[in-house]
């Protein structure tokens, strides 16, 4: 399987950058391709241009700034997300890629009765690994917003049939010691 792994987190020491080497090794040992992009390594820019924004629903010029990053998300057969939670969600540098990538032409169509469809048919595997400060339950009283961004959003725009997997690792900082665990930021 083709897999794009999208990694967000700007230390290389971290605790999550660590988690994000260890599935990249895992998903190769297994005989996947593995697109890796780390977002901050390969100076992602998150912010939508005014123009893109104005050329939101022309799917061929929406997409002349991120050509390259929409090539890899099609050829993917299978997205693995992996970042911290901050601010009870992913770093602003993911929900960027997320708004300049997932496009309209690339990951959805709209029907003539304004109805979304999914374009990204070919990924049939969706996974998050994020680690939260808060504890589970605490995520959850929240709504645990993250979960449906990556569940209701993303798994909106792949295969109907894909599966998902979400991998929460709560209470990180508070409880985790920070010798041979990478950086106490995340």
């Known amino acids: 399987m083709r897999v794009l792994v999208l990694f967000a987190h700007p230390v290389e020491t971290s605790f999550v ?26 100076g992602f820019d ?12 022309n799917a061929p ?11 890899r998300l099609r050829a993917a057969e299978g997205l693995v ?20 990538i997932f496009l309209p032409g690339v990951s959805f169509r709209l029907d003539e009765r304004g ?27 929240m709504g645990d917003s993250v979960r449906g961004l990556i569940r209701h959003n993303l798994g909106g725009v792949i295969a109907p049939e894909a599966r998902f997997d979400y991998f929460a690792i709560t209470r990180w900082m508070p409880r985790r010691p920070r010798a041979g665990r990478g950086s106490w930021r995340g």
Not at 62 to 68: A, D, F, H, R
Request: hydrophobic share 50%; net charge negative.
């Open 81 to 100: 997300l992996v970042f911290p939670v901050w601010y009870d969600g992913p770093p602003a540098i993911l929900k960027g890629f997320f708004e300049r």
């Open 61 to 71: 010029a929406n997409i002349v700034e991120v050509g390259p990053y929409v090539a």
């Open 17 to 42: 950058a660590a988690l994000h080497a260890r599935i990249v090794e895992i998903l190769r040992a297994r005989g996947h391709e593995v697109d890796d992009l780390d977002l901050y390594a390969e």
């Open 115 to 141: 109805r979304f469809l999914p374009l990204l048919l070919d990924i049939k595997r969706l996974a998050a690994v994020c680690v939260h400060g808060a504890s589970r339950q605490q995520a959850s009283l």
């Open 46 to 57: 998150p912010v939508m241009p005014r123009q893109t924004l104005i050329d939101y629903l």
